[in-house]
């Protein structure tokens, strides 16, 4: 069964950094791409950072490029997310999941392409 935890979440100054980190229980990692969403309260949780299972393709939305940077370790089952120049409307919950693909060289960007989810980590981000 694949069980996905993410860490690393709290309250933060705003102009802060930030890493999150997600731990897969799952077979295959290198297969399988890894999203970070977000959601804030009364928003639509959206794609933060996708990136490949082999972690060559990465993509980020427009909103987060700059800020933002995805990265794994394949060896170690883990995804990152960092954020950087943290601001109040960062605050959300953030989840990563995973998605499956034959070669492991896709991202996805739709967030119902993903197969599993974590429970999501709380950042707070405070001026």
């Known amino acids: 069964q694949v069980k996905l935890v993410e860490s690393g979440g709290g309250l933060m100054q705003a102009g802060g950094s930030l890493r999150l980190s997600c731990s897969a229980s799952?077979?295959?990692?290198?297969?399988?791409?890894v999203g970070w969403f977000r959601q804030a309260p009364g928003k639509e949780r959206e794609i933060i950072a996708s990136i490949s299972g082999d972690g060559k393709w990465i993509y980020y939305p427009d909103s987060a490029k700059g800020r933002f940077t995805i990265s794994r370790d394949n060896a170690k089952n883990t995804a990152s997310l960092e954020i950087h120049s943290l601001k109040a409307e960062d605050t959300a919950v953030y989840y990563c999941?995973?998605?499956?693909?034959?070669?492991?060289?896709?991202?996805?960007?739709?967030?119902?392409?993903?197969?599993?989810w974590g429970q999501g980590t709380q950042v707070t981000v405070s001026l």
């Open positions: 999941a995973t998605k499956q693909s034959t070669y492991g060289t896709m991202y996805f960007i739709r967030r119902s392409a993903y197969e599993y």
């Open positions: 799952v077979d295959s990692f290198n297969l399988n791409a």
